[in-house]
Nanobody, 120 residues
């Protein structure tokens, strides 16, 4: 299973970026999908999570600014980031719980990170 993220870059404070992540490989079912971020000198932490039914959860620092969505047919998860702040600067990674067969035994998979830099 591979998760390929894209969409990072440099943006001024107040601007917007959209991150996307596509899952591929041997996939029977995908449960939760999520975005995480790791700022310099800090541990990786959850940004937003979405279930297969579309229920979402956000950390307080991004509520009202970020929106997570997914396309179950195309096996993608996206993160629309608006009103970006310098403190949003981090490497963003996508993750997913994937079952590779009908046993529905789920494992965690991670994509490579994409750098988001927000300038003041």
């Amino acid at each position: 299973v591979q998760l390929q993220a894209s969409g990072g870059g440099l943006v001024q404070a107040g601007g917007s970026l959209r991150l996307s992540c596509a899952a591929s490989g041997r996939i029977f079912s995908i449960s939760n999908m999520a975005w995480y971020r790791q700022a310099p000198g800090k541990q990786r932490g959850l940004v937003a999570r979405i279930t297969s039914d579309g229920d979402t959860h956000y950390v307080d620092s991004v509520k009202g600014r970020f929106t997570i969505s997914r396309d179950n047919v195309n096996r993608t998860v996206s993160l629309q980031m608006n009103s970006l702040k310098p403190e949003d600067t981090a490497v963003y990674s996508c993750g997913a719980l994937v079952a590779q067969d009908s046993s529905l035994y789920y494992n965690s998979y991670w994509g490579q990170g994409t750098l988001v830099t927000v300038s003041s």
